[in-house]
Structure formats: C-alpha cells, structure tokens
C-alpha cells in the first residue's frame, strides 16, 4: 500500500471504473474519478476519493482540467462510450462524439498528465480498450476507436518509456455493466457460445487487470495489451 501516490480513473463512477476505483481506495490511494456525473455514486463522500465532474467530449478543456489537480502518479484511461449504430446510419455528430471520448481525451489526458510523471520519473498508464479494436465490431466506430486505443498504449509506451512510464492497455470482451445492454441478443449468445465458461466477464475481473497493470506489474511489461475475452479471441 501506498499512500502517497494518487490515481485519476475516468468513468469511475460505475462498472469496470467503479471497481477499480474501489481497489485503489482499499489500497490506501488517493482516487481522483472524473466522470459527467456522480448520481448514485456509492464513494460519493469518501476520505479517499475526490470526484471531478467532466464531460470528456470537451477534449480543449483537458489542459485546464488537468492544472487544477494535483500531481497524479497513475492514470487509468477507463471511460468509453459505444453507439451500436450501423455504418451507414451514423451522424456525423456520434462520430465525432466517439472519436473524442473514447480516443482523443485519452491521448489528452496521457499528454497532460505525463508531464508530472516524467519530471518525477515514475508513472503508470492503463488504457480500456477492447476486444473490439482487435477483431473488429458491429459498431465500426467504436472498434476504431478501441484499436486507435492499443496503438496509442505502444506508441506512447516508446515514447514515455526511456523516462520511467509504464503504459498498458486490456483489452476485454464483453463485460457485464449497462454498455452490454447495447448488444443485441443474438450476439451476446454468439459471444457466449464461444468462450470457455460460457459467461460474459465481470468487471472485477478487469479491473483486477488494470489494478495490478498500474501497480504491480513489471516495469519491464511495457507497451502491451493483456486480452480478458476467455477464449473469444480471435473468432
């Protein structure tokens, strides 16, 4: 455990982020959550946790955002939106939306707050990306988007690396939170069918993932994507 060091998890309100959030706080960090809003948020009033109210579609305003916090030495880039909308029938106003959200606020966010890690000389990154940015998805945007996510974990891993940055990336399958709720039903039963236990994740389970990526982990994995799909890969 240790005290000293802080983490900012986007969409740390609720899933996969409110479970790692969880993990940081009973480690002993201090968890900055950034999210668009915090209704039933369960840490809403914990010593540890300091909620930070932000639409992540404001990509210009993440320099402002990041100089009114403190030094953070953990990043997890967790939020991540998904439209299930055909190809041929996107608006271009989704597009940007997913685009900005899910790809240009992480960068953002890497490119701010590694400032701190690098004059520190220490610093850990852990990308959500997705099954999706591997093998493609139904919603083309947002498989873009989760295979911009893992090429930005490598890219990034190059160049923050040499300087005492770690960066990693999971990539899930299906998890069970509200985002499944998308997915139409003949798919998810494809989904099941193919993996080994015949279920769908649960967010524990990756945030378990991100939790040891960004603590525990080598320094020496650096740059990679951990794949938590059971056995979905690469069908």
Known sequence: MNTEKSVLITGGNKGIGLD??????????TVFVVARDFENFPLQDHAKVETVKYDLSDVEGIPQLVSQLPGIDILINNAGVMFSLPYTEYPAEKIRQILQVNLESPVALITEISKNMLSN????????????????????????????IINMTKSFAKILGPDGVVVNAVAPGPVETDMLHIIPEPRKKAIKSAVYTGRFAYPEEVAKAMFWLATDC???????????NNGAFPR
Not at 218 to 228: A, H, L, Q, R, V
């Open 121 to 148: 000389g220490y610093g850990r990154i852990v990308n959500n990306a997705s099954i999706a940015g591997e093998i493609g998805h139904p919603d083309v945007w947002y498989g873009i988007t989760k295979a911009g």
């Open 218 to 228: 080598p320094e020496y994995i650096n740059g990679t994507c951990i794949d938590i």
């Open 20 to 29: 790692t959030t969880k993990l940081f706080v009973e480690a002993g960090y």
